[in-house]
């Protein structure tokens, strides 16, 4: 071989080591690249500002009071901060060593002051009532608990059905409206309720007749009102929309109008059988009685055996 091919040969050679080696190198770049990308990402750096916030570890229920293994603190978007949150967790047990949730916390989600119940609060149920309202159970059927009809947090209208005063059957009527789940059984929060297990088409925790105790929050006037329906009639509830607080006038149902429909007229009080088969009898005058009296004459000329007899009639009621 020829002393400039062996010089071409070397000079090719070179070329394709560099391409190589330049070849391997961005290889290098774009796996290191990869690696930090994905390792600033998992870190929750992603090029916008963050500042801590206080989250729930796990589903926290209402009415539980919290503990500082429960939190967590983690970093948010700033732009997003929900008015409230926490920064630390000595910060949240600093107005109240066991703060309790007014409604449910579920995992991931930021702790605010506004779902935090103060100490003078009370404690259970008591801290979920707001400021001048008051909590009333009801016995329900049990259909509306094991169906999850109502859940805590919903909010329900109280069909009351009571026997008329005028005797006239029944009458149901929305009594309560747009009212406040705060419990269905023992559970306080729909997102760590437990539904009831089912055992052979039947439910295995309750007996038949046991019913369902749901706790509302109303004003005092509907709790006024509710205790009646308690005591007198029976009570249903009618879940309704979150976001429909409009509140509605109806006339309420009676047993008539279910059978012949609201357009029917009134049905005519009859009177009582018994009074039916009553004999009337008419009360007759009563006969006067008359007493007749025998007196003699009073004349002194005439001797009393020839003297004209007098007769006198007087009439006695």
Not at 15 to 28: D, E, I, Q
Not at 46 to 60: D, F, I, Q, S
């Amino acid at each position: 071989m020829s002393a400039p091919s062996r010089t071409s040969s070397k000079v090719t050679a070179a070329k394709f080591g560099a391409l190589g080696l330049a070849a391997v190198a961005l290889g290098c770049a774009a796996l290191a690249a990869f690696f930090v990308g994905n390792l600033l990402t998992a870190k929750g750096y992603t090029g916008e500002r963050v500042a801590p916030v206080v989250v729930a570890k796990t589903n926290l229920p209402a009415a539980r009071p919290l503990g500082p293994d429960d939190l967590a603190v983690v970093n948010w978007p700033e732009a997003s901060v929900p008015p409230g949150a926490y920064s630390t967790i000595e910060a949240v047990f600093a107005a109240d060593p066991r703060p309790v949730p007014s409604v449910g916390i579920l995992a991931g989600e930021p702790v605010v002051a506004s779902r935090l119940s103060i100490a003078k609060a009370g404690t259970g149920i008591a801290r979920l009532v707001r400021p001048n309202m008051r909590a009333v159970a009801l016995k329900v059927d049990d259909s509306v608990g094991y169906t999850g009809l109502v859940y805590p947090g919903a909010y329900v209208d109280v069909i009351v059905t009571i026997r008329d005063p005028m005797g006239r059957g029944p009458v149901s009527r929305i009594s309560v409206q747009n009212a406040r789940v705060l419990t269905v059984g023992a559970d306080t929060d729909v997102a760590t309720r437990r539904p009831p297990q089912k055992t052979s088409d039947r439910i295995s925790n309750q007996p038949a007749h046991a019913g369902t105790y749901v706790t509302l929050e109303v004003t005092p006037e509907e709790a006024e009102i509710l205790a009646i329906a308690r005591n007198e009639g029976e009570v249903d509830l009618a879940l309704r929309n979150g976001a429909d607080n409009r509140e509605v006038d109806t006339t309420g149902a009676t047993a008539h109008e279910i059978a012949y429909g609201r357009d029917a007229e009134p049905e005519a009080q009859t009177a009582p059988a018994h009074a039916a088969r009553t004999r009337r009898t008419t009360a007759k005058p009563r006969r006067a009685r008359r007493r007749i009296q025998i007196v003699a004459s009073d004349d002194p000329d005439q001797p009393a055996a020839k003297a004209p007899a007098k007769i006198e009639t007087h009439y006695a009621n």
